[in-house]
Structures are given as C-alpha cells and as structure tokens.
C-alpha cells in the first residue's frame, strides 16, 4: 500500500480522473478535519476505506486535497468535516453527518437515502448520498455542437422532464417514462409542434423528500447537487447511466435542431433554514455558502422563500456557480439556463438589495462576462420571494441577459378577461413593453414573453376557474398566488355546457395569439396545446401524479387546438415581421418595418379605460409582408374599418378566433378573401388578415 494515497493538489477542485489514480479537492475554511470515505457499492451501509487528510499534508490555504491511486471513474466517495458547531458564530459542523461534494457530476444512494436522518442527531452513514467520481472524456459526442439560435427565431418550450412521458398512455416503456430516454422518444412530437427549445425544470440532483408530509417534491426546485444530472430521471441504474442519458438526449435534441435550456436554482439549497438537514454546504462551511441573519447568525437570510439563501457574491459560493454553468455548457452541451428568483443573484453577501445596481452583481457580471458562457442563452427571473422585483434591470444593465416578463403575462390575461384599462399597458407588451425595456440598443426579443408558465394555472385552468384549488397540497388551500387574473367563463371547472365551452376554447386561442404575434420571445407551457389541466391546482410542485403529467390522450382529443397551435407557431416563423431584433418604429410612412395602431376606426385607437379592442397594423416593406390584426376583448361583436389597398390587393383572413376549426386557422398561402371595407369581429375574438393578389381585381 506504499504510494496508495499521496498529498494531491488543490485544483481542479471536485474529484478528477488521472491514468493513475483520482484527485480529490474540497473547500473548507473553518474545518479542522476533513475524512475522504470511499465506498465499494452505492448503497453500502460503510465506507471500505477512510482516509483521513492531514491539515499540513493534504491542505493549502482552504482546499483539502489527496491523490488516491488505484480507483478511477465510479468510485463512490463521501465527506465528513469535523470543525466547531456553533451556530451562533455560524458554524454547524458535525462529523456524524456524511457529505455530499458540492462539484460531484453524479449522485449514488437514492435508495437508501432519508432526508429525516440527516436532520436528527447522531450517525447518517447507512441513509446518506453520496457522490461518484466521473471522467466527461470518455463520451462520443458524434461532432454536436451549441445551436445558437438567435433569439429572434425561438420558440421556448417549458416542460417538466419528468412529467412529459410519466403517464401510462405516453406509449412509452414503463422503464422509459418520466426520463432522459423517454423524452427522446417525443422529440418527433415536439418537432411537428414547431418549438426551437425546451426549457427544463430542474434537472439538477434534488431531495424529492423536500415536500409536505405524504408527497415528493416534483417541480426540482430543492438542489443539492449543481453538477449532478437528477437520477430520478435516467432509465439506467448504474452509478454513471443518468449523465449519459442526459448527454444522448441533448445530442438527439440538437439532431432535430431543438435546443436545450436549464431552469438552475442557484438562490438556494436543500438544506433548507436551521431546522434542515445537514447533506453538504451546511457541514463543509455553513457561513461560506449561506447569508445569514446578522443580529443572529444560527438563522438563515430566507430571501428565497425556500429557507435559506445561497451566498452567490462570496467568492467561493459565485466560483461554484461559474464553474457549475461552465460544466454545463463545456461538457454537457447544453445551450442556456434561466435562473430562478435571479434577483438573489444580486443581492451582496449579507443579504443586501442593490443600490448602485451594476456595481453590486458581481456573480451577475461574472456569468454575462465568462467566455465559455459566450453565446448561450441566460434567461433571469428577475425578481424573489422578499419583494425585490426587477423586471427591466436586468435588461437595463446587462448586454445579453433576458428576462421572463411578468407584466406580459398578467396585462395580456386582463386584457382577454375583459378588465378596464388594459389596452394602453396591452399595447406596451405587444410592442416589446417599452416602457420596461427602454434600452434601444438590445434584442427586443430578450423580453420572454408567456402567459402560462409551471408557476400559476395552466392555460385551460386559466379560462376555466376563478380560484385556486390546492387542497391536494396538505396546506389547507393556502399556498400558491391569489392573484391569477382568471376567469372561468361562466362556471368553475369542469363542465358539459357547450357554450362555456366554446368560450374557453376561444379566449385560450385569443392569448395564444396575443403571445406568439408580440414582439419578443414566445415561451409555452407544456400540455397548453392540448389543453392540460391541472384541476384549478395553481401551485403542484408536490403533486407527482396524473394531475401534473402530459396526458398523451388529449393529442387525440384536441386536435382542433392542436392544430391552431401549429399553424400560429409556423406563421410566426415564416413571417420577417416577426423576426425583427429591433423595436418596431410607430408610423404609418417608413421604409422601416413598422406598426400602426387603431381602434374600430383607423388610426385611432382607444386608449381610453373603458376601451375593450385594439387593432394595428404591421408592415415589412422589404419583405413585402402586410398584416392587420384586430382584438376584441368586449362582451359583444364590433365593426373595425379595414386599411384601403391597391386596385388588385385584397385583404385575406388567417385567423378568426370565432369560427370552428378548421376556418379559425387558415394557411396564409391559402386564406379566403375578405370583401368590403370593414369586418366584424365577434365578442371576444381575434382576427389576423394577410395582403394578397385578389384572384379577380372585381371583387375590389
């Protein structure tokens, strides 16, 4: 055993693989002992070998390292840091608790795992995950590389990996649902749907146990391993299958031209507030990795609404960050992230809200700046659980975040339910919301716009209840927003009344519309195309269960829906018009792409507080692309004067959110001419008319 375990070095941090053996790194200020445990199989009870690290031997500055020779990628390892446990200065150490690496690429002990023993007192060996040593060299990736689609052409797709496939009519194997494999089944299906991307859930490593009594945490949004692809999502069971099982997916998803965000959670941890368990950060250097309440160090800063809040503007905590997204990007090829309560980011080591905003983000600056990050997608939801809300900051101070825009979603919803004085704050968020994002030397598509996301209704519940119902959740119907902007048409819920119904389906056509034909980047939720309910739950982040799930039934059911969705989804990709980086100017003579507004009489909108309809039209001249589009958000039909044209144009009608499919969607090569000088527009319904020759220059 002579030469078995020499000092190793301090970098890279995490576990590295050599020819001879693996580099063990991990960061810890205060501790006084750190103890390596390698483990024979995943799920034994005790380590087969401890090695201790010397504080002189195996430390430099504040990394413990040791070189281990003989094992390599596979190896099951853990931690036990030994140091003060005083949480009133901060520090929570417990040498009885076994520890998670923070840069582990892969997670083992899932099966044996409980989230109660890393809380209780005393010895959590035989219950604890532990980590795996991986080599990303060994990978075929068959020459894929980053897409890069500009933003001005993607259609963004929030989906739930899990969810997509877990149902048994998904016509996919049982061992196959809810995972990396048996979403690449579906790209077809998403293929033909038309979108550009899938935005996923968290896919990083989370405590399912992180929930309410009797249910499993479902959305993700409970990190303990940013590295670690979740092994609840790979259909393989060896201790490496889940990273490879990501990578085919990306590859197979970049093969069909769809590229793959993340949804990361970098604002906070598993571990919870003081009362959490003890899996990683909190026993390797709690007051490194966590803002904590000043006049009382033993709490934690809950920024996040989640417990705790990571220090992502600590040195240490934003390097793991950066290092995280680097992995991602460099290794596993994926093509962007949208970060969760982003403003957290923002806020400095003690839990502070910026004042001098740009000088004050520097993990924010750090992301946008890194060079491997260049080019990918960083989409920020840009506000938190404590009220710092900063929609247009990102955007204002950044030069390639986005941002998901909050007041798209809930001023489009007002508008379609018919509430008084929408249509001026309607017309900001279709033009690219101006007056959020005054910036003009930016991408008018880095505001992602959406009216349903994982968070609130789906699009059927949207139209289809008043209140929210999430007694399914164990907390008496108390969590989840109340401020929905909902309506339910007539009745809540279900119902077999064909009137109610047809009204739904209409208002759910009219905020497609709106969402695909603003300016900016559409995202949509999942199911939405087919009408996905969630039975009036606005918050099932605990229910892993047919009510969260894509019910592959409804493909075949709302085949009317589905198809409105594709032909919307192809026509704003095929039109210049709504492909412009630039805000549109606001004029009736430019050789610019422009817009127009009016209202039922041309070039005079109402903006007025009880106005109800807005219409406008936008014009590409170098394209030769002229459409106009009428919105009648009032209770009964209204008369709108069409724009005159030349002697042998007329006006062709694409979309009428009225009429039964398959008239309400019509392919533009092929739409039916509108005669006269005026349409009406019946209550409640959109209406999209194209140019084209007339066949006969009579009907003018």
């Known amino acids: 055993m002579t030469g078995y375990v020499l000092p190793g070095k301090s970098f890279p941090i995490g576990a590295t693989v050599y020819a001879d053996g693996v580099n063990f790194c991990i960061f810890s200020k205060h501790a006084t002992r750190i103890e390596l445990l390698l483990f024979d199989e995943p799920n034994d009870p005790k380590p087969a070998r401890v090695i201790a690290l010397d504080s002189k031997r195996n430390r430099t500055f504040h990394y413990w390292h040791v070189f281990v020779r003989g094992i390599g990628a596979g190896q099951i390892y853990a931690y036990r840091a030994y140091g003060p446990f005083e949480p009133e200065n901060g520090h929570r150490f417990d040498g009885n608790k076994v520890l998670l690496d923070p840069y582990a690429r892969a997670i083992a002990g899932e099966e044996i795992y409980d989230r109660q023993a890393a809380i209780n007192k005393g010895d959590n060996c035989d219950r604890a995950l532990r980590g795996v040593v991986f080599d990303p060299s060994t990978y075929d990736w068959e020459g894929d590389r980053p897409l890069r689609h500009p933003y001005a052409n993607t259609v963004i797709y929030e989906m739930h990996v899990g969810g997509f496939t877990r149902h048994p009519n998904s016509s996919v194997a049982p061992e196959k649902r809810g995972t990396f494999a048996g979403l690449i089944e579906k790209i077809p299906y998403l293929k033909d749907l038309g979108i550009t991307a899938v935005e996923l859930l968290p896919i990083h490593y989370f405590d399912v146990e992180d929930a309410p009594p009797g249910h499993d945490n479902y959305w993700g949004y409970s990190t303990i391993a940013f590295f670690a692809p979740h092994r609840g999502y790979s259909s393989r069971r060896d201790p490496l299958g889940s990273i490879d099982e990501f990578r085919d997916m990306v590859k197979a998803l970049h093969r069909a031209g769809i590229e793959v965000i993340l949804d990361v959670v970098f604002n906070h941890t598993a571990e919870g507030n003081q009362e959490g368990p003890t899996l990683s950060f909190r026993g390797l ?38 290092d995280c997204l680097r992995y991602w990007v460099a290794e596993m090829h994926v093509d962007g ?57 990102f955007i204002g101070f950044a030069d390639w975040f986005s941002e998901w825009n909050g007041p798209f979603r809930d001023d489009v919803r007002r508008f379609v339910r018919s509430d008084s004085g929408t249509v001026d704050k309607l017309a900001q968020r279709i033009l690219a919301s101006p007056d959020i994002y005054p910036r003009r030397d930016i991408d008018v598509n880095r505001s992602i716009n959406f009216v349903t996301c994982h968070d609130g209704f789906t699009l059927n519940d949207l139209v289809s209840y008043n209140e929210k119902h999430n007694e399914a959740n164990g907390e008496n119907n108390r969590d989840g927003s109340d401020y929905n902007f909902s309506w339910n048409c007539g009745q809540e819920g279900e119902t077999d009344d064909p009137q109610i119904q047809a009204l739904r389906l209409r208002q759910i056509k009219n905020l497609l519309t709106i969402l695909f034909i603003s300016q900016g980047t559409p995202m949509l939720l999942m199911g939405d195309e087919v009408r996905r309910s969630q039975k009036g739950n606005n918050n099932a982040y605990c229910q892993d269960n047919e009510l969260s799930w894509f019910d592959w039934s409804a493909v075949a059911k709302e085949t009317d829906l589905l198809r409105y969705v594709k032909g919307l989804i192809k026509l704003v990709q095929s039109f210049k018009i709504f492909q412009e980086e630039r805000l549109l100017e606001v004029a009736s003579e430019t050789h610019k792409p422009h817009l127009v507004w009016h209202g039922v009489k041309l070039e005079q909108p109402d903006w007025g507080y009880d106005s109800h309809s807005l219409a406008f039209t936008l014009r590409h001249p170098a394209a030769d692309e002229r459409l106009h589009v009428m919105l009648n958000a009032y209770w009964e039909p209204l008369t709108f004067e069409l724009p005159l044209l030349g002697y042998c144009d007329g006006w062709h009608r694409i979309i009428d959110t009225s009429l039964a499919s398959p008239d309400d969607f019509c392919d533009p090569k092929t739409a039916p001419p509108v005669r006269g000088e005026q349409y009406q527009v019946m209550a409640r319904s959109t209406v999209i008319l194209t140019v084209k020759p007339i066949d006969s220059c009579d009907l003018v």
């Open 285 to 322: 250097d709690n007051s490194i990795y966590y803002i904590l309440e000043e006049d009382n160090l033993a709490e934690y800063s809950n920024y996040s609404g989640c417990g705790n809040t990571f220090k992502a503007n600590h040195p240490i905590a934003g390097e793991l960050i950066l």
């Open 337 to 393: 992230f949208r970060f969760d309560l982003a403003s957290v980011l923002s806020r400095d080591t003690s839990g502070s809200a910026p004042r001098d905003y740009p000088k004050t983000r520097e993990i924010l600056w750090a992301i946008e700046s890194d060079p491997v990050l260049a080019g990918t997608k960083l989409i920020a939801e840009a506000w938190d659980a404590a009220g710092l809300y900063q929609v247009g900051t």
